[in-house]
Structures are given as structure tokens and as C-alpha cells.
């Protein structure tokens, strides 16, 4: 599996952006998928999940209710909806996918693949 992300871009605080995550291969539905960030500096900390199905979704608190994760396991992708975007949100954001369950992306240190990071500046 290959991981392209894309949409980050430059934003004033507020306002919204959408990262795409766009797979190759045809086992995309078997992978639990996750969004990471790293901010300069800064450890990758992990943002949001999803289940292979898309039934069952995480968050770090930080972001609960501003960010929502999706999947279209018939376009190969995973969406990561951002609104009401903050300056402490600025940093280079990843996607990744994993065989294992999605509630273990919180916690976990390796992933099966990592796609190319994609920025995101929030200007406050």
C-alpha cells in the first residue's frame, strides 16, 4: 500500500481545511487508518483514527469536536475534515495505515505504512 496525502495549505485561525489520504492497492478496506501531526520541535502526536469498516472513529481531546475522520474504502481514501482551525494546529500532517485495530493508533509506535507528510499553517 502507498499513501499520498494531500490539502494542506496555509489558513487564518477559523477557517477549515480537508486532507486527503489516497491508497493504492486493493486491500485499502483491510487497513485501520490514522492521522498523525509533528509540529517543529515537537514529537509526531497522534490526531484521529478509523476502523477498516469506518464504524468506529478516535480523536485526541485536543481536536474532538473541530476534526473528523472518514474513509471511502471505494475511492481508496481517508478525508480528515479540520474546522475551526488553530495556530497550535500548524505542523506537518501524515497518514498512515495499519492491520492492526484502530483503537491501538493512540498508543502505538510503528505502522505498517506512512504516506508523505502534507502541511498545514494556521495564522492566528
Known amino acids: 500500500v502507498q499513501l499520498q496525502a494531500s490539502g494542506g495549505g496555509l489558513v487564518q485561525a477559523g477557517e477549515s481545511l480537508r486532507l486527503s489520504c489516497a491508497a493504492s492497492g486493493r486491500t485499502f478496506s483491510r487497513y485501520a487508518m490514522g492521522w498523525f501531526r509533528q509540529a517543529p520541535g515537537k514529537e509526531r502526536e497522534f490526531v484521529a483514527a478509523i476502523s477498516w469498516g469506518g464504524g468506529s472513529t478516535y480523536y485526541t481531546d485536543s481536536v474532538k469536536g473541530r476534526f473528523t475522520i472518514s474513509r471511502d474504502n471505494a475511492k481508496n481514501t481517508v478525508l480528515l475534515q479540520m474546522n475551526s482551525l488553530k495556530p497550535q494546529d500548524t505542523a506537518v500532517y501524515y497518514c498512515?495505515?495499519?492491520?492492526?485495530?484502530?483503537?491501538?493508533?493512540?498508543?502505538?509506535?510503528?505502522?505498517?505504512?506512512w504516506g508523505q507528510g502534507t502541511q498545514v499553517t494556521v495564522s492566528s
Open positions: 498512515a495505515a495499519d492491520h492492526g485495530p484502530s483503537y491501538t493508533f493512540p498508543r502505538k509506535k510503528s505502522f505498517d505504512y
